[in-house]
């Protein structure tokens, strides 16, 4: 069974920067297809980015622009770079594997991301 740990959150203000980091156990890592997805307190898990094992992206339109996910097999290592962070971005942010509308590995404890001046 695949581990996964994010890491990489902290308090930022409006307009500034994170990278989220998802380190993966597990050969099949580089198999899968990887997502981002976020969760505010009292409100469902979002899907929030996608990246495919060749690499493809896609993304939800309110972080288009602004997010880029990316991967390196060799380290079994998933990333998001986060840039002109809002307000409405804080959440505890998760990896998994899997897509917009579905996940097929277990959720890590994710990474709090706050976004306040």
């Known amino acids: 069974q695949v581990q996964l740990v994010e890491s990489g959150g902290g308090l930022v203000q409006p307009g500034g920067s994170l990278k989220l980091s998802c380190a993966a156990s597990?050969?099949?890592?580089?198999?899968?297809?990887m997502g981002w997805y976020r969760q505010v307190t009292g409100k469902e898990r979002e899907w929030v980015a996608g990246?495919?094992?060749?690499?493809?992206?896609v993304y939800q339109d309110s972080v288009k622009g602004r997010f880029t996910i990316s991967r390196d097999n060799a380290k079994n290592t998933l990333y998001l770079q986060m840039n002109s962070l809002k307000p409405e971005d804080t959440a505890v942010y998760y990896c998994?594997?899997?897509?917009?509308?579905?996940?097929?590995?277990?959720w890590g404890q994710g990474t709090q991301v706050t976004v306040s001046s």
């Open positions: 990246i495919s094992g060749d690499g493809s992206t």
């Open positions: 597990g050969s099949i890592f580089s198999a899968h297809a």
């Open positions: 998994n594997i899997g897509t917009q509308s579905r996940v097929f590995g277990s």
